[in-house]
């Protein structure tokens, strides 16, 4: 998906994007390095973070960001996007839909919508918002699609208070058969994520979908 979302990147912004995704790339694997690495290679993050924000960015992807801005970003919602990594890191669960939302949206939707600051000059409250909606149904995707390996790694990327609802036993997740009560709660999760996306692309206007189109 992020291949496809640099290829509709027009060309002066491609670069924007793929350094973006590079700092996604490497957030991620800090994640899943070993426990004393991740935290070191995370807390070097929060660093490199405040170091794009003072202008003295040392990583070759933080100095893109740096460079291509052509007037001042609020660098600043990096910081949730590296909570977020955080997260992973702890193996946190999440007990209703907003809070799982919440993790979506600080991840990648965060990332995403520091780069509508490159791909306009004056992005909208409307165009950010939707970039962040855009980079969380990209996460529920992957979340949706990864479910049984992240499980294995000890991971659990669905409200718990709708697990608890159906009774669904979280040692069983695990197994290679999953309870029919746990393959119904995931269906409508689908079909729920597709309609949203669907509204969400039905509500923007033509010069909002021009802007977004990376995304979309």
Not at 6 to 15: G, K, M, S, V
Not at 136 to 149: G, K, M, T, W, Y
């Amino acid at each position: 998906m992020r291949y496809f979302a640099w290829l509709y990147t027009p060309t002066a912004h491609r670069e924007v994007i793929a350094a973006l995704f590079v700092i996604e790339a490497e957030l991620h694997d800090s994640a899943r390095a070993a426990h004393e690495v991740a935290h070191h290679r995370l807390q070097w993050w929060r660093d490199e973070i405040d170091q794009l924000i003072a202008g003295k960015a040392r990583h070759p992807a933080t100095q893109v960001l740096q460079t291509l801005a052509q007037k001042p970003i609020d660098f600043q919602p990096l910081h949730s996007t590296l909570l977020s990594t955080a997260q992973e890191l702890a193996c946190a669960t999440y007990e209703t839909d907003a809070e799982l939302s919440r993790y979506l949206q600080d991840g990648l939707g965060n990332l995403l919508a520091t780069a509508m600051y490159y791909l306009s000059d004056h992005p909208s409250t409307t165009v950010i918002d939707a970039a962040k909606q855009l980079g969380a149904f990209i996460r529920q995707s992957e979340v949706l699609r990864d479910i049984r390996r992240d499980l294995h790694q000890g991971r659990l990327f669905l409200p718990l208070a709708q697990l608890d609802a159906l009774n669904i036993d979280y040692e069983a997740l695990s197994s290679n058969e999953w309870p029919e009560s746990f393959v119904q709660l995931l269906k409508p999760r689908c079909a729920q994520a597709l309609h949203q996306l669907d509204t969400l692309q039905r509500s923007l206007l033509s010069e909002e979908k021009k802007v977004l189109r990376p995304l979309l």
